[in-house]
């Protein structure tokens, strides 16, 4: 973890030095409780992990860490158990010296649907809430974005997002254990700002908005991407129990009442820029992950409705600034 004294400076330098020491003080903590079962395997197998100086590397137009002629003699199946060991593997696809880690998401599409659309991420400092493993990190940095945080209170994605630190070393892209509720108020220092699957999780979705802009410089950009509803300004769906078989999914609402919420927290040059069906090819089980994917969360029927009968998954993109 000696990578957060890069974080440590990089947020001294962006006038958050409050927030760097709280962090400093409470980041090995948050680790200290990993000592789970899980987390003894993850440690071991990152221990493992044999030192490959990768002869390429390319964030641009996917992520790719080196080749396989790096292995040498390093056995790839014996490296291929390691990476196994941090299943389920949700967002990628990582190339990683010749191994493709093909992860339950296509997230790499997600991307290209949103880049053409937002503001330049050259020389941007970026926040990525729910960043999962830092996927999307790794591409914003191949975009030119100066400094990338991403924050996920999942453990497992900080743990695989170390896998691809430990061979990339990238002291400008960091992804931490914790979750939105958990970022001081009002930092202003961002000036992009990611929120992708977060919050149709989030109890309360206003105050996720006001949290995402608290974070932001006057001027920055919000980049959301959420579930939503067909409908009008009045449409906003709450499954009464679970969704698509997620137990935590709250608020959907219409691309109207998207914006009309984006507007109300204070918002201006809303656009919604993309909408998509979430497709079986997008999300789907594969050899890195194992369980259960949207094929088996849709009615075998009828692809338009999942398997509790609500409107099948469909998700928009969204970007607005702060005033
Ligand atoms: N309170 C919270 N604060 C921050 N993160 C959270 C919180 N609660 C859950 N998460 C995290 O938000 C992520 C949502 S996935 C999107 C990943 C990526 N953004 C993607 O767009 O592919 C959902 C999806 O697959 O759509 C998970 O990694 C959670 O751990």
């Known amino acids: 973890m000696s990578n ?12 958050q030095e409050r927030w760097a020491e709280q962090l400093q003080a409470t980041l090995p903590d948050k680790l200290a409780l990993e000592s789970t079962a899980k987390m003894a395997g993850w440690q071991s197998a990152m221990q493992s992990l044999p030192e490959i100086r990768p002869s390429r590397i ?47 998401w296509r997230s790499d599409w997600k991307w290209e649907r949103l880049l053409p659309h937002i503001q330049p991420l050259a020389g941007r400092r970026v926040l990525d809430v729910g960043c999962g493993n830092g996927y999307h990190g790794w591409r914003m940095r191949g975009a030119g974005a100066d400094f990338v945080l991403g924050i996920d209170p999942f453990l497992l994605s900080v743990q695989q997002f170390q896998v691809m630190q430990r061979y990339l070393r990238d002291p400008q892209h960091h992804v931490i254990p914790i979750g939105i509720e958990e970022v001081p108020p009002n930092l202003a220092c961002f000036d992009s700002v990611f929120s992708m699957g977060v919050l149709y999780h989030r109890r309360s979705p206003l105050d996720h908005l006001f949290e995402l802009k608290g974070c932001l410089r006057p001027g920055g950009e919000l980049i959301l991407e959420t579930l939503i ?4 300004r009045e449409t906003i769906f709450m499954p009464p129990g679970r969704y698509a078989k997620m137990r935590n999914v709250w608020f959907i609402p219409s691309i109207e009442a998207m914006t009309l919420w984006l507007e109300r927290c204070g918002f201006t040059d809303i656009g919604c820029v993309d909408t998509n069906r979430t ?19 849709l009615d075998p029927n009828d692809a338009e409705k999942t398997i509790e009968g609500h409107p099948a998954p469909l998700r928009a993109i969204f970007t607005a600034t702060k005033l």
């Open 229 to 232: 509803v067909e409908g009008k």
């Open 58 to 104: 390319e964030l641009k137009e996917n992520v790719t860490i080196g080749t396989s002629d790096d292995l040498g003699d390093i056995n790839r199946e014996e490296l291929i158990a390691l990476l196994q060991a941090f299943h389920p593997w949700r967002k990628g696809p990582y190339n990683f010296f010749g191994i493709e880690i093909d992860t339950e």
């Open 4 to 15: 957060y004294d890069a974080l440590y400076s990089q947020l001294v330098a962006m006038g």
């Open 279 to 297: 497709s079986r090819e997008e999300q789907r089980s594969t050899g890195w992950m194992r369980f259960e994917s949207l094929a088996d969360f």
